[in-house]
């Protein structure tokens, strides 16, 4: 397997953007640990379509529990590299 690591400098003086780069990657990384954690807890929220229990432990409106868990399964599976899809961008414009 070829060397594929970008590392990126955080003593470069003249690479101003590198703490950027470096929190978004952060920022990544534990987003992808927090909707796997969400994701699984919220798989044993629910049964047959009734996601009273999730929408209760999550604050969310009455009828919104799925819509909601679709939200965050479409976006981990964006992050994880399983899917392209519109999830991730109507997570962040519709949740808040």
Known sequence: MPNDFIK??????????????????????ELRTLLQKLIERGNHQFSTGDFAEFEGNHGVPAGQGQTLFDMLNGTQQVL???AQNSQAIALCERVG
């Not at 990126?8 to 990544?28: E, P, Q």
Request: proline content about 0%; charged content about 20%; hydrophobic content about 35%.
């Open 80 to 82: 994880n590299g399983d």
């Open 8 to 29: 990126i400098s955080r003593t470069d003086t003249n690479a101003i953007f590198s703490g950027d780069v470096l929190t978004a990657v952060r920022l990544t990384q």
